[in-house]
Every structure is written in C-alpha cells, then in structure tokens.
C-alpha cells in the first residue's frame, strides 16, 4: 500500500489539478484542507476526456453529452472528479481488492478508515510485491 497517495482539495484550481496528474497520474480528490475526508478521483483519462472529448453520441431517447471544455467551464476539482469513490478497508484482503476492482473496472483503490484516505492500493503495487515475494 502507498501510504502517502497524491490528495488535492475539491476547490483546487483545474491548474494544479493538470499538475499533479502530469506528475502522479491521478489524484485523490479530499473535502478541504488539512482534510483527509475523501470526496472523489482523477485520472488522466479524466482530464483527457474534457481536453479532448468523444462526440456527443445519439441514443433512441436523447443525446449523451460527455464532460467537455468546449461544453461548460471546469474550474475546480470537484467539477471533474468521479464519485463515488472506489475503496476498501485496511484489512481487505488481495482476493478481495482484486475483485472489486473486476468488479468496477478500475485500477486502484482508496484504503479508506472512518471515511478517510489512508493509503491506496493499485494493480501495480500489487503485481510489484508479488514478483518481490516470490522465491
């Protein structure tokens, strides 16, 4: 588990929101700060898709329109981040991650106590201390 993940508060400028992600590629979104109350994620598929969205895409019933600068104004972090946030406890077991993130297609997840980050976990950090354990 990364015990320190990369947090931005929710009224951050989408500037240091682009920073981050440029370093970390992803940022963990808290409720203010000093706060590690957490309230939502960003990826860097998250702040492609409002650079440079897909086409509005036509349905039987109305029109999809994605998140897009050319849309509306992102001004904060709260305006793109994705909620509700995918997390488990300090005591989930690997099987257990591993299936939640099956389960809801992501790549990392929030160790979470009391509602508050803690830590993250991802695919990586797991397949890197598989390969560190394994004699």
Do not use: Q
């Not at 920073?19 to 702040?47: A, P, Q, T, Y």
């Not at 939640?100 to 950090?125: D, F, K, P, W, Y």
Request: aromatic letters at 4%; one cysteine or more.
């Amino acid at each position: 588990m990364n015990h320190e993940p990369p947090l931005i508060e929710k009224n951050s400028p989408m500037c240091e929101v682009a920073d981050i992600i440029c370093k970390e590629s992803h940022v963990w979104v808290v409720e203010g700060e000093g706060s590690r109350k957490i309230v939502g994620f960003i990826s860097e598929k998250d702040l492609l898709e409002i650079i440079s969205p897909l086409p509005k895409k036509s349905y039987t019933i109305g029109v999809i329109r994605p998140k897009s600068l050319r849309h509306t104004e992102f001004d904060k972090a709260e305006d793109v981040m994705t909620r509700p946030v995918i997390k488990c406890h300090p005591l989930t077991t690997v099987e257990e991650a591993l299936n939640i993130m099956a389960g809801h297609r992501v790549r990392r997840l929030a160790v979470t106590e009391n509602g508050e980050i803690i830590g993250e976990v991802s695919l990586n950090i797991m397949i890197s201390t598989y390969f560190k354990t394994k004699p």
